[in-house]
């Protein structure tokens, strides 16, 4: 199945380096992110995925969706016929399903038919997550209002499964009161398959990070990879010229014997090594000081939400703004410190190893669906 990271990040560009963290730490394959504040026709690429967005109708860089799909997956765009800032794919993990993703601002006149109009275009099974702007007792919040309502009609009148656990998504930094206006929407089929959690921490923004957490254990093996810098290339050779003989040239099957053969001989002498499938490399510059920075930070916001007087704000908005600082920082240095380590003598290959290190970059390529005469 498939791992999804939902946010309403409150601007792509000032949170990136917090999401390219959450994503190292939960590993998805869907990443789904509201509210990015792009100008239109704009992405920021997260290495590792393909990306797909939809901005905001007009040139101001407010609202906006954009889905990101880990290159390891097979996916297809879904070409939706809506107004609503939404994006849509077709994947296929353990299983083939959809996933959309989609922002409604508080300010936009949406009725039922535009919701109706786009649950109908997403082939089933689906998963639908996004803020929506919408309130309602049934996923947790306080209060009711004609959204809220609204959601609640379509979940009836389609035969679909809320997520949500009743565990707030959003803090409002005025009135310090939680909310909850991010919703996470199923089939019936895969109601089950997902545990849904909220982050501990609002990492930057004023939404806590959802994560849509697969209960089906991957019963893939492991990617295997020959280490062929530690191979015992002399036992190698030998094995060969004693087992590798002419007599297997009459046997049954030649080539199937040679080759079994060949293979059992670098067992013997060239070790593997083990990844973890689309498990993305962990990046150099996040240190001890970016460690406690978010420590810091962290502390500060449950002492915020213990007790909300201004001092307690001002020292959360200090600390958040300290964290961003010397996570920038740290990344800038880390690659000023390995530009300063270079010589005329440095091989090309220790340069871009260490360029894709530092920009958390894994060398895969976007897969997707094959389609033949029209048809997925």
């Known amino acids: 199945m498939t791992n999804i990271i939902q946010w309403n990040v409150r601007g792509l560009r000032a949170n990136f380096e917090e999401l390219r963290l959450l994503c190292n730490q939960y590993n998805p394959q869907i990443v789904a992110v509201q509210e990015c504040q792009l100008r239109k026709d704009n992405i920021i690429n997260l290495t590792g995925f393909s990306g797909l967005t939809k901005s905001s109708p007009g040139d101001n860089a407010t609202g906006g969706v954009t889905l990101y799909i880990h290159k390891s997956v097979l996916f297809s765009e879904i070409q939706l016929d809506t107004d609503l800032q939404a994006v849509a794919v077709r994947v296929s993990a353990k299983k083939t399903l959809t996933v959309c993703n989609i922002y409604l601002p508080p300010s936009l006149d949406v009725n039922f038919s535009d919701l109706e109009h786009l649950v109908q275009q997403l082939p089933a099974p689906f998963v639908l997550v996004g803020d929506l702007n919408a309130h309602s007792p049934l996923w947790g919040d306080v209060r009711q209002d004609s959204r809220g309502q609204m959601i609640e009609e379509l979940l009836n009148d389609y035969n679909l499964c809320l997520l949500n656990t009743g565990e707030p998504t959003y803090r409002h930094h005025s009135h310090h009161s939680f909310s909850v206006p991010d919703v996470s929407i199923c089939d019936p089929s895969l109601a089950l398959e997902f545990e849904w959690l ?19 254990r991957d019963d893939e093996p492991a990617a295997e990879h020959w280490k062929f810098d530690r191979a015992d290339w002399m036992s190698f050779r030998t094995l060969c010229v004693s087992r590798l003989s002419d007599e297997l040239a009459l046997s049954e099957d030649p080539v199937a014997q040679f080759t079994d053969t060949l293979i059992e001989i670098a067992n013997q002498t060239i070790p593997k090594s083990h990844t973890s499938k689309n498990k993305l490399p962990k990046v150099p510059w996040f240190n001890d000081a970016c460690k406690q920075a978010i420590k810091e930070r962290k502390k500060a916001q449950r002492k915020l939400f213990r007790n909300p007087t201004a001092e307690n704000v001002l020292a959360f908005k ?8 010397i996570i920038k920082t740290q990344k800038k240095t880390s690659w000023q410190s390995f530009c300063s380590s270079l010589t005329s003598k440095t091989k090309p290959k220790t340069v871009w190893k260490a360029i894709r290190k530092i920009k958390g970059k894994k060398s895969t390529s976007s897969l ?3 389609k033949v005469n029209g048809k997925l």
């Open 198 to 216: 909220t982050h501990n921490d609002l990492c930057g923004s004023d939404h806590f990070p959802i994560i849509l957490k697969t209960s089906l």
């Open 318 to 325: 200090q600390l958040k703004a300290k964290a961003r600082h």
């Open 368 to 370: 997707g669906h094959l």
